[in-house]
């Protein structure tokens, strides 16, 4: 059986780990799990809008070819998406092609391919001594994809 003084101290274990992943810098154990229902909430405003972007990038790509790129500042680095609702062989590389040339270090990336294109990575600029936006990066990566068209890799 757990004493009153273990539940406590697992309690307390508990409310820290929620304080860092919320990154909450609240004490006492309202304001920590406030500050989680306001994290909680931006996550849900985030997904909405990303599938908002993602409903919207299906019905343009009749007009529009071309992948969607959303670019998102981190505190260290960017999140990438792109997104296109057909298949796109080759286009990875230029992506790829494109971080190394801005010389991003691509910390965590998820790519589907099947039906649709979908890259999303972590990246993180090598040299802080040149520091790049999130415009200057979706700049290129838009660049990159433009070039992937003129080329012809794609079906």
Known sequence: MFSKEQKRAAMHEKLQH?????????LNKTSI?????KYIEKLKQKVERLNQEI???ET???HNPLPMVTVETLEKGF?????SAKGCPGLLVSILEAFEEMRLTVLEARVSCTDTFRFQAVGENEEQAETIDAHAVKK??????KNWSKSGDQD
């Open 140 to 145: 290129a990566v838009g660049q990159a994809i």
């Open 18 to 26: 929620l304080r860092s992943i919320t990154n909450s810098h609240a």
């Open 60 to 62: 343009s790509s009749v």
């Open 55 to 57: 409903a919207s990038a």
């Open 79 to 83: 999140l990438i998406n792109v997104f």
């Open 33 to 37: 799990i406030i500050d989680a229902s």
